[in-house]
């Protein structure tokens, strides 16, 4: 079970998150605040695995989460378009997911499975947003898109090689499907491939696969 702690700056988006994790079962709602007042002690009562996080604002050292006591907190920021681009550059303690406020229900909820299991969530209109942003330059882009495979990823990846299919993966490594999906995703654009039968050719061809 993922423990979820929500922060929101409005009464309505905190109401529609709460309902949003508790009716989710593989998640588990821990604690909520309206503003970030006393976030950082609540977090460390809570012992969430999740933060979830929905806000507004345009300053982004509004959003620092600095100097915790307690446990490392994987962070869901469901942020405007316009600072999404400067989020998932600034934060490189926590941050998991960066969506933007208007995701549906399904992609939250899945963003934060994926991101508990130390996956690297960024929704689709982020990244179209970067490929025709003048201030992301390819420098950043390199910077940011090329990484080695997570532990993880190269566990599923040498999965792949062995066969499995998705639902096989979710259920010898403990995780929902919905993870598994986003692993292969990531896989996929970290290899540049498109396929399962490329994404083990090229891991074969980097010595990623163990035969």
Do not use: Y
Not at 96 to 108: M, N, Q
């Amino acid at each position: 079970m993922i423990k979820v702690f929500i922060c929101a700056n409005s009464t309505v988006e905190l109401d529609r998150l709460e309902a949003l994790i508790t009716s989710a079962s593989s998640l588990k709602l821990v604690g909520s605040s309206l503003g970030r007042a006393s976030l950082r002690q609540q977090l460390a009562d809570a012992q969430a695995d999740v933060l979830l996080e929905h806000s507004l604002v345009v300053d982004l050292d509004e959003l620092r989460l600095e100097d915790l006591d307690a446990k490392p907190v994987a962070r869901v920021l469901l942020v405007t378009e316009a600072v999404a681009l400067e989020a998932v550059q600034a934060f490189d303690s926590g941050l998991r997911g960066v969506l933007p406020a208007s995701a549906s229900e399904g992609e939250i909820r899945i963003a934060v499975e994926a991101a508990a299991e130390g996956l690297l969530v960024l929704h689709p209109d982020v990244v179209g947003h970067a490929a025709t942003s003048s201030s992301f330059s390819s420098n950043n882009s390199s910077a940011s898109f090329e990484q080695q495979l997570s532990p993880r990823e190269s566990e599923i990846l040498n999965l792949l090689a062995a066969g499995l299919g998705n639902k096989e993966i979710a259920w010898q490594l403990k995780i929902s499907e919905h993870t598994v999906k986003f692993h292969v995703t990531s896989i996929f654009n970290k290899l540049n491939v498109s396929s399962r039968a490329e994404a083990v050719t090229v891991g074969v061809r980097r010595g990623l696969i163990i035969l």
